[in-house]
């Protein structure tokens, strides 16, 4: 048997395309191939390949991708293959594929378990190497047609009598195979030459031809050869899918608040908070991170996104009342007054609950535990999940105390069955769970102890400095090593395990698939971070642009006496005397024990008054006084440090270095990367996600590089659209009409002041939102009314956006009864604060939203009016 695949693609000098082939045998076994095709032009492809089939392990079926690489053998691109190319084998035949490339749909969100679970779909599916007829010619027609509704099917018709004669009666059903994919095979001897055909939709009750696929019909010219299989699998049904659009709610897991749970939101409630999105029309409910952040056990561990485990659940979100009570009746009676007790807290105590709730299932694994880990249930979850689970559990164990290896597995299977079990019942009820992919883990975490190959420990990651933080951001995450393919592994393994529970994925900060930025773990602010990948500049190229060259001058901190006395005043010779060292022309440096911001933190730890943080803080400006930072990994290349044009080192330069400098300075940081950026973000994100069922949505905030948003588009991943935030530059507000369909519109994020509060804190902007946006006259009111907060709410939900998901305070500020009297402990977080508490509680329960029939009411209407039901 002969597999020969044909393909245009056009290419560039030195690009090579191969045919990846695996071969599936009855036994189970499977050979992979990497076939290399040929060309005459650089756009079509051509490659034969012959099948020699082993008689004690016959071949049952064989599927292929295509890939481009470059003269090294890299690969550049790689085809969607989330629906495979997948046929079943015959061994007398020869099978001749003519293809296209296939990137990835735009209806790309009608394969997702987010658009199946909305429309009553089932949620997972596979393409079956169905046995279909052969004959002497055969033509296998095969077509994807996600696009179908409930009750639809497709069939063939086309110009030559056996298929039809173009007669709307007279068309031929095909199978289905999975995952939306139709085939049909036809005798070509009785095709005959070259035919014209369309694929049609019919409704499976009525056999009745509903609708024609638009364009030009197809057409078949070259017809197969004896004993050959032509395939024909091009582009897919051409017809308008039917809108998609649906309204979310967003809302922390330990935010929510109800009767039943302890002090913090858990799995239980999600039970009634998807009782509460029905009977409102909420389709999707966003979470963030529900990951294991256990360090110290103090308010630290409440940050959610400072994950030690990528795949262990946090032990606060255990329901208790799940789990059954307690054996001694006067500890459950303690147990529920401290219930009572936490309950009653305006937000929630990350200590106080961490305390009640590992004090309880202490107890219940004493009683329960050897009983739970004797089931086939719990041996079958622990076979699937010892790759991450062991580890875990043995650097619990000795990280942070934990009562034995057999006590974290008990905790973390009650935590999965409890997880699993909402995920499915928000399912069931047509709601789908959307889930926060941290960018980053804890550099103590079992992640690093595990897998140590993955991560680079010395440098974090951060974002430069902006508007909101002149230092920036240094997140304390190790980067990743992306030259290693265990990363993407490793996040696979991730999606994996997500996939369990969510059908919609939230990127956090997508940047970082991009470029990331790197702090040396030896320094605190990000001003001395540099991008990653990035690159840098040699000292030739430093020169090209008119700037000479001065090592120690440059990128070594520049201290004068001047600078000295303006940075520390009275304290200036002390300075002088402890911590600096004299060199000649006026010059100094710093000591070794504060040659480095980690360093100086570490001499000035325990030291809290006014003279000695006006010492550290000034020691740390001198630090960051440096023109160029050196690459850790390149030596003698070289990265200008960000802002530098606004240190004291700067006036140093003469007029004409200051302009080759800036010169310099434009290129790298907006001109010099968005070639390497682009390429990097598609390789890495298409290769982390290209294949998951979850719905990719992206956090893209902060500085966006121009190939930010053609690359997210290229992958069909959506962006998230703020109104407070425009994307392009000159703007202070966006026009909601102008969101792409394919986004996630919201009003606030967690990152954000909810809506009422931004109202009352930014004046002056609001009046200008009052004025622009929403076209009213007059002053604006200093406190945002309801009326107009569900004016603002109704405008997103009427958007284009795709997903219009909005947060729980941002929703309740249109009534004033259920309405938060307290803003400021509605915002979540404060990203400049590294000490924030994530500890915000709904001030209502969740049985008391439900109560609220009119708030539910006018949510549903709104839904429902602007077609998100």
């Known amino acids: 048997m002969k597999l020969k695949f044909s393909i245009h693609y056009q290419t560039e000098w030195g690009q090579q395309l191969l045919v990846c082939l695996k071969y599936y045998a009855v036994d189970g076994s499977v050979r992979s191939y ?90 997972s599916d596979r393409v079956e190497p169905l046995r279909l007829p052969l004959f002497r010619k055969t033509v296998l027609f095969r077509v994807s047609a996600p696009q179908l509704l409930a009750g639809q099917r497709i069939a063939l018709l086309g110009s030559h009598p056996s298929i039809g004669a173009w007669s709307p009666a007279r068309f031929m059903p095909m199978e289905y195979v999975g995952d939306r994919d139709w085939m049909i095979t036809l005798n070509a001897d009785v095709l005959g030459g070259e035919i014209e055909y369309k694929y049609v939709i019919i409704d499976e009750h009525t056999h009745q031809l509903v609708q024609w696929e638009e364009g030009d ?85 409440s940050y959610p996104y400072n994950i030690v485990s990528a795949f262990a659940l946090h032990p606060h979100y255990i329901d208790l009342t799940q789990v059954g009570e307690l054996k001694d009746k006067k500890e459950m009676t303690v147990f529920r007054r ?31 535990g050897k009983h739970v880990l004797q089931s086939e249930d719990y041996m079958l979850w622990l076979k699937s999940n010892e790759e991450w689970l062991l580890s875990y559990a ?11 290896a057999e006590y974290v597995f008990f905790v973390q299977y009650l935590l999965h069955k409890q997880f699993q079990r909402a995920a499915d019942y928000a399912r069931s009820k047509g709601v789908s769970l959307k889930g926060d992919l941290p960018i980053g883990v804890n550099t103590k975490s079992a992640e690093t102890a595990a897998h140590p190959e993955l991560f680079n420990m010395d440098s974090y990651a951060g974002v430069p400095p902006d508007t909101t933080s002149s230092k920036g951001q240094n997140w304390g995450f190790p980067t990743y090593r992306w030259d290693d393919t265990a990363v993407v592994e490793w996040f696979h393994r991730r999606l994996k395990h997500l996939s369990q529970y969510f059908d919609v994925l939230r990127i956090d900060h997508v940047l970082g698939f991009f470029r990331m930025w790197e702090i040396p773990s030896n320094q605190v602010d990000s001003t001395l971070g540099h991008f990653s990948p990035s690159l840098p500049l040699s000292v030739g190229e430093i020169e090209y642009f008119g700037l000479s060259f001065r090592r120690d001058f440059m ?50 730890e325990g030291h809290s008054d006014e003279n000695s943080l006006w010492i550290r803080d000034g020691l740390l400006r001198l630090v960051a006084n440096v023109l160029l930072i050196e690459d850790p990994r390149q030596p003698d290349m070289f990265h200008p440090r960000i802002g530098a044009y606004k240190e004291p080192v700067f006036e140093a330069l003469t007029s004409e270095e ?40 992206a956090e893209d905030l902060g500085m966006l590089p121009d190939c930010v948003e053609p690359v997210l588009d290229a992958l069909r991943i959506l962006t998230l659209e703020i109104q407070q935030m425009p994307k392009y530059s000159g703007q202070e507000f966006t026009h909601l009409d102008g969101n792409p369909v394919r986004s996630v519109a919201t009003v606030s994020t967690h990152d954000m002041p909810p809506l009422r509060l931004w109202w009352q804190d930014h004046p002056e902007q609001a009046q200008r939102f009052f004025a622009t946006m929403l076209q009213k006259q007059g002053r604006a009111p200093e406190q945002l009314p309801a009326h107009l907060a569900e004016e603002i709410i109704a405008r997103h939900m009427y958007s284009p956006s795709m997903l219009c998901i909005l947060s729980l305070q ?31 509680r709904m001030h209502l329960t969740i049985e008391q939203l439900l109560e609220a029939r009119k708030f539910n009411e006018k949510l549903k209407t709104m839904i429902v009016r602007s077609k998100r039901s």
Not at 828 to 835: A, E, G, M, R, T
């Open 217 to 301: 019909n197809r057409v078949i010219s070259n017809m197969p050869a004896d004993g050959e299989v032509l395939v024909e699998y091009r582009d897919m049904l051409r017809v308008a899918e039917k809108p998609w659009r649906v309204a979310g709610i967003c809302v922390p897991l330990f935010s929510l608040r109800s009767e039943h749970s302890y002090g913090v939101g858990d799995f239980g409630d999600l039970y009634r908070f998807v009782d509460w999105a029905v009977a409102t029309g909420i389709k999707i409910i966003q979470l963030l991170p529900v990951n294991d952040t256990t360090l110290t056990r103090q308010w630290g561990d």
């Open 555 to 604: 990128t070594r901190p520049f201290i004068n006496d001047r600078m000295i006395e303006r940075f520390f005043g009275i304290h200036a010779q002390y300075v002088r005397d402890t911590f600096l060292t004299r060199k000649s022309y006026g010059l100094y440096e710093l000591n070794d024990t504060v040659s480095t911001q980690r360093a100086i933190y570490s001499h000035f």
């Open 658 to 697: 200051r302009d080759a400098f800036m010169r310099l300075y434009t290129n790298y940081f907006f001109q010099r990367h968005s070639v390497l950026w682009g390429d990097t973000g598609y390789r890495r994100l298409s290769a982390v996600f290209g294949n998951t069922r979850m719905l990719v949505c």
């Open 338 to 368: 401290r219930r009572n007790e936490l309950n009653a807290l305006k937000n929630s105590d990350y200590e106080a609950v961490g305390r009640v709730k590992d004090e309880y299932l202490t107890e219940l694994f004493i009683e329960q």
């Open 34 to 123: 990497d076939v290399p095709m040929t060309t005459d032009d650089g756009d079509y492809w051509q490659a034969e390949t012959s099948v020699v089939e082993s008689r004690r392990s016959p071949l049952t079926s064989f599927t292929y991708f295509y890939t481009v690489t470059d003269a090294d053998g890299k690969e550049l691109r790689r085809e969607w293959s989330m629906v495979p190319r997948t046929y079943s084998f015959d061994v007398s035949k020869n099978y001749r594929l003519d293809d296209q490339w296939r990137d990835y749909p735009l209806p790309y969100h009608l394969y997702s378990s987010a658009y199946a679970v909305t429309n009553g779909f089932p949620v």
């Open 394 to 404: 043995q650097w619990l164990v000795q990280t942070t105390g934990a009562m034995s």
């Open 810 to 840: 941002d929703l309740l500020s249109m009534d004033d009864g259920l309405r938060s009297k307290d803003l400021r402990q509605e915002r979540i977080n404060v990203p400049s604060d590294p000490y924030n508490h994530w500890q915000w």
